[in-house]
């Protein structure tokens, strides 16, 4: 079943804003930062069932990793569509004008599972194309008016890789000349781990991983490609087979055949900090720093499982580190000069550091922040701390693989930071960065739900997120 409502459409329909959210984290550096005010949060005006099979299954572990609906400046969206199958099917969904559009059935299987969560099922969109994940490390390009069928390219074009072990497993990440990114995982004799390009003209590029990182290493699940703001640099993230020993490379974009390797820094322990991990189960992405760096976060085994976040320079000389790393793409702000990382931080287990942001005492773990980094040192600069409501269950986790973040400016030219992110408790909050006493407003928008891991997503005034298998917006309604 699957059903919007339809004032929810109107509402979106008569939306006219010059931002839009068309790819994971919204742009290619990862930045998860909307230039439009979200508006207050005091009345749904969107629900959307995407997934039946998880609308009421409860508050347990979900362990499937959503892609963001993506939105354009007109209030068209579009989403993902996942039938349980079995087997499981994706499909991508446009909402126009009103009422639901075009829907495409992809034929994208996943990779043989080596870990506990699905992976992600991606899709992205520029000027007028839909980019979906197909199967054999392929991408179907749809038209996006209707969604008629205007290609299909694979990693290994121009040789057909039907029937071959190859697998899409990062989300796409499109540059600011249009050129779209993605890696794959293989066990063909075809192609091995790689980078993926397709550029403006319909020409593949694939660059063997393991050529550029060294012997083993492969591209890590989920995670998908940065490239910096002048489309110079791209950022990818490997892994041994292992999920140790990963590295982030940073390779020159301008390079068309995309092995020259500026540098590569390791993820291994470093600084104080413990290794960070690529693991199969997490959506770590690296992060595109406007100084020229870059950032990425890693999960670790236990008694260590909260990982590690790491920033490198330019020069990809690693500068800070921050003990929490885990299933966590930090979006960035920059705030009167200064540019912040702004996350989660999930203290897990009495062996944890307690949480502290610096206005109240330290509580003691289990206890879950979001908080603002200062993204070279890595140091803590504030943290709103989830609020303990359910004295029954305890305080509730951020499950989120990002947040969404925008700024205000006063007359006097000051700058206030705001992050939307969605807790375990099926509540989705704005927190005013940087607040003291903390500033909040909070919207139920489900029931709790363990191991969500969603996006939230916005171009300004409603702010989507997901819950059981549902595209949830919440705005403004007086």
């Given amino acids: 079943m699957r059903y919007v409502t339809a004032a929810a459409l109107l509402l979106i329909a008569g939306t006219a804003r010059s931002e ?10 990862h930045t998860s930062f909307i230039n439009a005010p979200v508006d207050p949060m005091n009345q749904e005006t969107f629900r959307m069932v995407f997934d039946p099979s998880q609308v009421d299954v409860g508050s347990g572990d979900i362990l499937i990793h959503y892609t963001d609906p993506k939105l354009e400046s007109n209030g068209d969206m579009y989403v993902p ?11 991508v969904q446009q909402i126009t004008g009103g009422s639901p559009g075009w829907t495409f059935t992809s034929d994208y299987v996943r990779q043989t599972p080596s870990a506990a969560w699905e992976p992600v099922f991606d899709f992205a ?4 194309i839909v980019y979906v994940m197909g199967r054999y490390g392929c991408v179907w390009l749809l038209n996006e008016a ?3 069928l205007v290609d299909h390219r694979c990693a290994t074009d121009p040789i057909d890789p039907t029937g071959e072990n190859i697998w899409d497993v990062s989300p796409f990440t499109i540059d600011g000349n249009g050129n779209v990114y993605w890696t794959i995982r ?32 492969i591209a890590g699940n989920n995670s998908s490609p940065a490239v910096s703001a002048d489309n110079s640099i791209i950022y990818v993230a490997t892994t041994l087979s292992g999920q140790s020993g990963g590295k982030l ?26 290794e960070g991990r690529l693991n199969d189960s997490g959506t770590s992405s690296p992060i595109a720093l406007p100084d020229g760096g870059a950032a990425i976060g890693g999960w670790n085994s236990p008694p260590s499982s909260e990982g590690a976040y790491y920033s490198y320079d330019a020069n990809g000389m690693v500068r800070g580190c921050y003990r929490f790393g885990w299933d966590d793409t930090m979006g960035q702000i920059t705030l009167n000069g200064t540019t912040y ?20 005492p330290p509580v003691n773990p289990p206890c879950y922040e979001v908080v603002v980094l200062d993204s070279t040192t890595m140091v803590k600069q504030w943290s709103f701390i989830s609020p303990n409501r359910d004295p029954g269950h305890g305080p509730y986790e951020w499950c989120i693989s990002s ?9 006097d030219g000051t700058e206030t930071g705001y992050a939307v992110v969605q807790s375990e408790s099926g509540d989705e909050y704005e927190v005013t960065l940087f607040s003291n006493p903390p500033v909040e407003t909070d919207f139920p928008v489900g029931g709790p739900q363990n191991a969500a891991y969603v996006p939230t997503v916005s171009i300004g005034g409603t702010a989507y997120t997901i819950n059981h298998g549902q595209i949830i917006g919440v705005g403004n309604g007086m």
């Fill in 186 to 217: 293989s066990s063909s004799t075809l192609i091995r781990s790689s980078l993926v390009k397709l550029d403006t003209g319909g020409n593949i590029t694939a660059t063997d991983l393991a050529n550029l990182a060294g012997t083993g290493q």
């Fill in 125 to 128: 969109i520029n000027n007028g």
């Fill in 249 to 274: 490379l940073a390779l020159d974009a301008t390079d068309p055949t995309l092995t020259t390797v500026n540098w590569t820094a390791s993820l291994g322990a470093q600084l104080g900090c413990p």
């Fill in 20 to 29: 839009t959210w068309l790819q994971r984290y919204h742009d290619a550096q």
């Fill in 403 to 411: 947040p969404t973040l925008f700024k205000t400016t006063a007359d």
């Fill in 146 to 148: 209707d969604g008629s």
């Fill in 341 to 360: 990382l702004v996350g989660k931080h999930n203290h897990y287990t009495t062996g944890s550091s307690q949480c502290n942001n610096g206005i109240d």
């Fill in 81 to 91: 569509l996942r039938d349980a199958g079995p087997p499981i099917v994706y499909s």
